[in-house]
């Protein structure tokens, strides 16, 4: 098992880690959290030994291999399928020493030990990782090279993982998957043979993949078990406690000090006073953890235009003569909640260009309101910030005409206080810089919102901020994120970009996820003979879902009617039909006739909801 055994550590002076201690026994699955800046990826270089400890030590069991991704494979000529085999090392030997061995006994005792490592699936092993982390039969014989560094990052971590270390630690691998990956490293997981240890932000990994938490906070190590909800659980629970016990205390100390006031001039009551001083002395003070400030983000409203805010009609999109996604007849209007889904290469990044202008359509028609603003985040885009430049300079180069206290109040309403809108961004932590980014990118108050993961570096504290803020927000949001608990708090539309497609995915994302995760397995050879079974009656999730489907189409067609009734009136005023007002009658009567058909497609939507919500209660 893992021990840490009373460690502390310092950083420049600063103390990061005072006393902490934890077990993990051997075998078992542990997720690592805290908030930013606490230390846990300093902690992995503690148990990894490539810092020095100030006290106390970190046991690890004698031949264990410690495994991890500390840094991209290089960008070498290397194909992917050979990096990932070359990193179980005892294989590569024994493979390199079977080549040039003469002695018999000595290639006999190699068989050996190569068949005991089960080395020959290991390239099997191999692909079957580098398929689960997105890779196709093709690019495993690509180079290195041919590869970015975040597809590295994903070969770095097919690496680990093939090599099977007794400890795996791994620090956000999410960060770096997509939705399908992030959902096959988290099965994997639960499978691994060995033990685990992984820092991540992920609520859904950490409740599906560990059956344990080891919680960093206030410089010492508590350990729960259970998975992150079972934790949370706890942690408030305790805190209840201790909430209560504190206040206990209070009132007791303010009877013996009230005491020890009245009667400690009296002769004949001093002995008594003297008493309940050692006993106010004795008492330890019951400490109650802080509460955090609370994680927030606030974005700007826009107005309320006319549906849809953004239209398709025949849409095929691509780069130069390539065309990626065809025949596309989309509808976008400003209540939307949209996740793409889809597997890497797809085309989900196409789509997200072209409906925030980055990108021309090669054919067909899109029509977007005049007024429509776009606000676009993407990883890169955090990558591309001006490191030498404060958070305050950007905003003032984005708005000087704003006084620098309203742009100091926008930096607050997105968690960066005083300190960090003078610090220069290559100083701030990751999370921080996600954060300047997301301000920018909704700081022209967006209609339609479109976010390429976002929670990568956020804390869960600050994810849960993000769905609260996007749940309040008055514009569309499309959102590509690994983070099932973002996406299945946020979006109530699901779209699937397959195959040079993009169709609605009318199940939701727990179908989704067991689709991806059955894809490899076999088929149940009973229903192939028997043929397709009864379908069953949806589950009571399921049935919500559409419950709450049928209230939005609803809802959406009260909101038309609405603007329909507004519209009706203004056109009822006599004076809009004199013949100096002739062009604004003819704005007018177009902007009626876009709501009346808007009004009929949100009634169809509507009677479909209804009807497939009546179908499945009948089942």
Same mark, same amino acid.
Request: glycine share 6%; hydrophobic share 40%.
């Given at each position: 098992?893992?021990?840490?055994?009373?460690?502390?550590?310092?950083?420049?002076?600063?103390?990061?880690?005072?006393?902490?201690?934890?077990?993990?026994?051997?075998?078992?699955?542990?997720?690592?959290?805290?908030?930013?800046?606490?230390?846990?990826?300093?902690?992995?270089?503690?148990?990894?030994?490539?810092?020095?400890?100030?006290?106390?030590?970190?046991?690890?069991?004698?031949?264990?291999?410690?495994?991890?991704?500390?840094?991209?494979?290089?960008?070498?000529?290397?194909?992917?399928?050979?990096?990932?085999?070359?990193?179980?090392?005892?294989?590569?030997?024994?493979?390199?020493?079977?080549?040039?061995?003469?002695?018999?006994?000595?290639?006999?005792?190699?068989?050996?030990?190569?068949?005991?490592?089960?080395?020959?699936?290991?390239?099997?092993?191999?692909?079957?990782?580098?398929?689960?982390?997105?890779?196709?039969?093709?690019?495993?014989?690509?180079?290195?090279?041919?590869?970015?560094?975040?597809?590295?990052?994903?070969?770095?971590?097919?690496?680990?993982?093939?090599?099977?270390?007794?400890?795996?630690?791994?620090?956000?691998?999410?960060?770096?998957?997509?939705?399908?990956?992030?959902?096959?490293?988290?099965?994997?997981?639960?499978?691994?043979?060995?033990?685990?240890?992984?820092?991540?932000?992920?609520?859904?990994?950490?409740?599906?993949?560990?059956?344990?938490?080891?919680?960093?906070?206030?410089?010492?190590?508590?350990?729960?078990?259970?998975?992150?909800?079972?934790?949370?659980?706890?942690?408030?629970?305790?805190?209840?406690?201790?909430?209560?016990?504190?206040?206990?205390?209070?009132?007791?100390?303010?009877?013996?000090?009230?005491?020890?006031?009245?009667?400690?001039?009296?002769?004949?009551?001093?002995?008594?006073?003297?008493?309940?001083?050692?006993?106010?002395?004795?008492?330890?003070?019951?400490?109650?953890?802080?509460?955090?400030?609370?994680?927030?983000?606030?974005?700007?409203?826009?107005?309320?235009?006319?549906?849809?805010?953004?239209?398709?009609?025949?849409?095929?999109?691509?780069?130069?003569?390539?065309?990626?996604?065809?025949?596309?007849?989309?509808?976008?209007?400003?209540?939307?909640?949209?996740?793409?889904?889809?597997?890497?290469?797809?085309?989900?990044?196409?789509?997200?260009?072209?409906?925030?202008?980055?990108?021309?359509?090669?054919?067909?028609?899109?029509?977007?309101?005049?007024?429509?603003?776009?606000?676009?985040?993407?990883?890169?885009?955090?990558?591309?910030?001006?490191?030498?430049?404060?958070?305050?300079?950007?905003?003032?180069?984005?708005?000087?005409?704003?006084?620098?206290?309203?742009?100091?109040?926008?930096?607050?309403?997105?968690?960066?206080?005083?300190?960090?809108?003078?610090?220069?961004?290559?100083?701030?932590?990751?999370?921080?810089?996600?954060?300047?980014?997301?301000?920018?990118?909704?700081?022209?108050?967006?209609?339609?919102?479109?976010?390429? @993961?976002?929670? /990568?570096?956020?804390?869960? %504290?600050?994810? !849960? $901020? =993000?769905?609260? #803020?996007?749940?309040?927000?008055?514009? +569309?949001?499309?959102?590509?994120?690994?983070?099932?608990?973002?996406?299945?708090?946020?979006?109530?539309?699901?779209?699937?970009?397959?195959?040079?497609?993009?169709?609605?995915?009318?199940?939701?994302?727990?179908?989704?996820?067991?689709?991806?995760?059955?894809?490899?397995?076999?088929?149940?050879?009973?229903?192939?003979?028997?043929?397709?079974?009864?379908?069953?009656?949806?589950?009571?999730?399921?049935?919500?879902?559409?419950?709450?489907?049928?209230?939005?189409?609803?809802?959406?067609?009260?909101?038309?009617?609405?603007?329909?009734?507004?519209?009706?009136?203004?056109?009822?005023?006599?004076?809009?039909?004199?013949?100096?007002?002739?062009?604004?009658? @003819?704005?007018? /009567?177009?902007?009626?006739? %876009?709501?009346? !058909? $808007? =009004?009929?497609? #949100?009634?169809?939507?509507?009677?479909? +909801?209804?009807?497939?919500?009546?179908?499945?209660?009948?089942?």
């Amino acid at each position: 098992m893992l021990r840490i055994n009373d460690i502390s550590y310092s950083v420049e002076g600063r103390l990061l880690i005072d006393h902490a201690t934890a077990v993990i026994p051997t075998g078992h699955k542990v997720g690592l959290v805290g908030r930013n800046g606490t230390g846990k990826t300093t902690l992995f270089k503690l148990i990894r030994g490539e810092l020095h400890l100030d006290t106390g030590d970190v046991a690890i069991p004698r031949g264990w291999k410690i495994g991890g991704v500390s840094q991209e494979v290089p960008g070498n000529e290397v194909n992917l399928l050979d990096t990932v085999l070359a990193a179980d090392t005892e294989r590569a030997a024994l493979m390199a020493e079977a080549q040039e061995a003469a002695d018999a006994h000595r290639i006999a005792e190699i068989q050996t030990r190569l068949a005991d490592i089960d080395a020959w699936s290991a390239e099997a092993r191999a692909s079957t990782i580098l398929k689960g982390l997105g890779f196709t039969d093709e690019e495993m014989r690509m180079p290195c090279s041919a590869f970015s560094g975040g597809w590295r990052m994903r070969v770095a971590l097919a690496a680990v993982l093939f090599s099977q270390p007794d400890l795996l630690l791994l620090d956000e691998p999410t960060n770096y998957l997509d939705l399908e990956g992030a959902l096959w490293l988290e099965a994997y997981l639960v499978r691994y043979p060995h033990t685990v240890v992984i820092v991540s932000h992920d609520r859904e990994l950490l409740n599906r993949s560990v059956g344990g938490i080891l919680h960093l906070e206030d410089k010492k190590l508590t350990y729960y078990t259970g998975n992150y909800d079972n934790f949370a659980r706890q942690r408030a629970e305790k805190r209840a406690l201790m909430v209560n016990a504190a206040k206990k205390q209070d009132a007791r100390r303010a009877h013996l000090q009230s005491f020890v006031d009245r009667f400690k001039a009296k002769a004949s009551k001093a002995k008594q006073a003297q008493s309940r001083v050692k006993m106010l002395e004795k008492m330890e003070t019951i400490r109650v953890p802080e509460d955090a400030a609370r994680t927030v983000f606030t974005f700007p409203e826009p107005e309320e235009l006319s549906p849809p805010i953004i239209a398709t009609e025949g849409v095929a999109v691509g780069y130069g003569n390539h065309i990626v996604l065809h025949d596309l007849n989309l509808r976008i209007d400003q209540d939307d909640r949209i996740a793409l889904l889809g597997r890497n290469g797809e085309g989900k990044s196409t789509l997200a260009k072209l409906l925030s202008g980055r990108l021309d359509a090669a054919r067909g028609n899109l029509v977007a309101s005049s007024k429509l603003r776009i606000g676009f985040f993407a990883q890169h885009q955090v990558d591309e910030l001006r490191v030498e430049e404060t958070p305050l300079q950007h905003l003032l180069r984005e708005r000087p005409e704003e006084g620098q206290a309203k742009l100091r109040a926008r930096l607050a309403g997105f968690g960066l206080m005083a300190a960090q809108a003078e610090t220069e961004v290559g100083r701030l932590s990751g999370g921080q810089k996600a954060r300047l980014s997301l301000l920018l990118a909704t700081l022209p108050a967006p209609h339609l919102l479109i976010l390429d @993961e976002p929670t /990568n570096h956020l804390d869960i %504290e600050s994810r !849960e $901020a =993000l769905v609260e #803020a996007l749940t309040a927000y008055t514009g +569309a949001v499309i959102l590509v994120s690994h983070d099932m608990h973002l996406l299945s708090m946020v979006a109530d539309r699901l779209w699937l970009v397959k195959g040079g497609r993009v169709k609605p995915y009318e199940d939701d994302l727990q179908a989704y996820r067991a689709m991806l995760l059955s894809v490899d397995r076999p088929a149940d050879k009973s229903t192939e003979k028997s043929g397709a079974p009864k379908p069953a009656r949806p589950a009571r999730e399921v049935l919500l879902a559409m419950r709450a489907e049928a209230r939005k189409c609803e809802e959406r067609v009260d909101k038309i009617n609405d603007m329909r009734d507004r519209l009706a009136k203004k056109l009822a005023d006599p004076a809009l039909y004199e013949e100096a007002r002739r062009g604004e009658l @003819e704005t007018w /009567n177009r902007k009626y006739a %876009e709501v009346m !058909e $808007a =009004l009929e497609r #949100a009634e169809a939507m509507w009677m479909a +909801a209804l009807d497939k919500l009546e179908k499945a209660e009948a089942a």
